[in-house]
C-alpha cells in the first residue's frame, strides 16, 4: 500500500505564494494527483503527474519527483478563495497489487487571509 | 453535459437501519467508484465497478455492498448502520482505460447515523 503525508494545515496571505509539500511510499507508481476540495463539498481535480518534472496550469502548478517519492503543489497569486482542503493521490499499478485506484492523504487544509 | 450527480445529499439514519445511497455517471463514462470520507480525512476507497460487476475493494466490511446497473448509474447499500458510518460518501467516475483519465466526483451524500 501507499503512505501518504502531507501538512494538516497551512495560512497564507491573498496575493502570495504557497508551496503544499505531498510525500508518498509506494512499490509501483503509477501517477500523482491534487484535488481540491472545500469544505462540503466534493473534491474537483487540480493536477495529474507521472513523469518526472512541473506542470504549470495557470495559477497551480505541480511538481514531481519519483525517486524522491515527493510531489508539491504551487500556488500562485493567492486568491481568498482558495481557502480549501488540497488533497494528495497516488495511484500504485504495481502487478502485486496494484490496483489503479488512487490512495488519498489526509488533506492539507489552506487559509487565505487578507 | 452532467457531471457526476448523487442522491439524496443529505440523510439521516439510526444505528442498525440500512440506507442505499444511489450515483450517475459522467457522460461518456462507465467505471464507478464509492469513497467514504469522515470529517477531516481523505476519502477512503470502497470499492469500483465497470460491467455492473464489482472489480475492486477497498478494506470494507459485506457490510458495504453496491450494484451497477446497465446505464451503468450504481447503488451503494450499507446495512446495520454504526455511530462509525457517519461520513461524506463520493461516487466518482471516470472511463474503462488505464491511463491518465482522472476521476471526476459527485457532490456527494451525507450521512449521519445516530
Known amino acids: 500500500g501507499q503512505n501518504i503525508d502531507q501538512p494538516t494545515e497551512m495560512t497564507a496571505t491573498e496575493g502570495a505564494i504557497v508551496q503544499i509539500n505531498c510525500t508518498y511510499q509506494t512499490s509501483g507508481f503509477n501517477g500523482l494527483f491534487w484535488y481540491q476540495q472545500h469544505a462540503g463539498e466534493a473534491p474537483t481535480f487540480l493536477s495529474y503527474n507521472v513523469l518526472d518534472g512541473l506542470e504549470e496550469k495557470g495559477r497551480f502548478s505541480s511538481f514531481l519527483s519519483r525517486s524522491k517519492g515527493y510531489s508539491y503543489l504551487l500556488l500562485k497569486e493567492l486568491q481568498m478563495k482558495d481557502s480549501a482542503s488540497y488533497l494528495c493521490a497516488v495511484r500504485d499499478g504495481s502487478a502485486s497489487g496494484g490496483s489503479y485506484i488512487p490512495t488519498f492523504g489526509r488533506g492539507t487544509s489552506l487559509i487565505v487571509h487578507p | 453535459d452532467a457531471g457526476v450527480t448523487q442522491s439524496p445529499t443529505h440523510l439521516i439514519k439510526t444505528r442498525g437501519q440500512q440506507v442505499t445511497l444511489r450515483c450517475s455517471p459522467k457522460s461518456g463514462h462507465d467505471t464507478v467508484s464509492w469513497y467514504q470520507q469522515a470529517l477531516g480525512q481523505g476519502p477512503q476507497f470502497i470499492f469500483q465497478?465497470?460491467?455492473?460487476?464489482?472489480?475492486q475493494r477497498g478494506n470494507f466490511p459485506d457490510r458495504f455492498s453496491g450494484h451497477q446497473f446497465p446505464n451503468y448509474s450504481s447503488e451503494l447499500n450499507v446495512n446495520a448502520l454504526l455511530l462509525g458510518d457517519s461520513a461524506l460518501y463520493l461516487c466518482a467516475s471516470s472511463p474503462r482505460t488505464m491511463g491518465g483519465e482522472t476521476q471526476y466526483f459527485g457532490p456527494g451524500t451525507r450521512l449521519l447515523v445516530l
Open positions: 465497478y465497470y460491467e455492473e460487476e464489482e472489480r
